[in-house]
C-alpha cells in the first residue's frame, strides 16, 4: 500500500546533538512538508519542497534544515541550534498535479525529546 | 499573509447530537481551499472534508458537513449524529492556490463525545 513512512516513532536525544527524522514516500508525490506540532499551537510548518534539488523555509526554519535529493525522500535534520526542539514532528506530501484540492496526506508522525 | 482562527480549544457533545466547530480565516486571496483534518489519539491526521472557494455549495461527507461563508471568511464543520469515534483533535486548515501547496492550520479544537 502506498503511503508516508516516518521512523523513528520516538526519539531521545541529548542537547547539543544534530538528530535527522526520517521521511519515505511511495505516493510518488511532487512536494514534501514537514510540520512541527505543539500542544495549543496546531501545525506550523517547518520546510517543503516541491520538487526535487528544491526546498523553501516555512515559517519557523530556524534551527532546522533538509535535503532533497530523492522524490521519495525529505529527511529533516534538527540541528543543536534549535532553541526548544522537543514536540511532535509530521512530514506530508501530496500531488501538484491533477485536482488543486487534492490534501496532504500525512506519516504517523515522530515523537522528540531532548534533554 | 494568511491566517486561521479556532476560537474553541475544547468541545463536547452527546452521543448522537449535533456540535459545530468554528473556523475563520484570513485571506486577500481568492482562489483558495480550504480543509477540515481529524487527528485521534494516534496522532494520525485524517482528511475529513475539504471545500474550493470557488464552489458555492456545501460540501458534505456522510455526517459531517461544511457552513462555508466566503464574505465572512469562515468555514465551519457540522458534525452530526455524533459517535464515540468522532472524538479527536479537529484542525481547520487553509490551501493557496499557489505557494506550494502548504496548507496552513488552525489551533485545533479538541472535541469529545460523552456517551
Known amino acids: 500500500d502506498g503511503g508516508i513512512t516516518q521512523s523513528p516513532k520516538y526519539l531521545f536525544r541529548k542537547e547539543g546533538q544534530n538528530v535527522t527524522l526520517s521521511c519515505e514516500q511511495n505516493?510518488?508525490?511532487?512536494?514534501m512538508y514537514w510540520y512541527r506540532q505543539d500542544p495549543g499551537q496546531g501545525l506550523r510548518l517547518i520546510y517543503y519542497?516541491?520538487?526535487?534539488?528544491?526546498?523553501q523555509k516555512g515559517d519557523i526554519a530556524e534551527g532546522y534544515s533538509v535535503s532533497r535529493e530523492k522524490k521519495e525522500s525529505f529527511p529533516l535534520t534538527v540541528t543543536s541550534a534549535q532553541k526548544n526542539p522537543t514536540a511532535f514532528y509530521l512530514c506530508?506530501?501530496?500531488?501538484?498535479?491533477?485536482?488543486?484540492?487534492?490534501?496532504?496526506?500525512f506519516g504517523n508522525g515522530t515523537r522528540l525529546t531532548v534533554t | 499573509a494568511q491566517t486561521v482562527t479556532q476560537s474553541q480549544p475544547e468541545m463536547s457533545v452527546q452521543e448522537a447530537e449535533t456540535v459545530t466547530l468554528s473556523c475563520t480565516y484570513d485571506?486577500?486571496?481568492?482562489?483558495?481551499?480550504l480543509f477540515w483534518y481529524k487527528q485521534p489519539p494516534s496522532r494520525q491526521m485524517i482528511l475529513v472534508i475539504r471545500q474550493e472557494a470557488y464552489k458555492q455549495q456545501n460540501a458534505t461527507e456522510n455526517r459531517f458537513s461544511v457552513n462555508f461563508q466566503k464574505a465572512a471568511k469562515s468555514f465551519s464543520l457540522k458534525i452530526s449524529d455524533s459517535q464515540l469515534g468522532d472524538a479527536a483533535m479537529y484542525f481547520c486548515?487553509?490551501?493557496?492556490?499557489?505557494?506550494?501547496?502548504?496548507?496552513?492550520f488552525g489551533q485545533g479544537t479538541e472535541l469529545s463525545v460523552k456517551p
Open positions: 519542497s516541491q520538487i526535487v534539488n528544491d526546498f
Open positions: 505516493l510518488n508525490h511532487d512536494a
Open positions: 506530508a506530501s501530496s500531488s501538484t498535479s491533477g485536482r488543486k484540492d487534492s490534501p496532504l496526506h
Open positions: 485571506t486577500s486571496e481568492s482562489d483558495y481551499y
Open positions: 486548515a487553509y490551501r493557496s492556490n499557489n505557494q506550494g501547496g502548504k496548507l496552513i
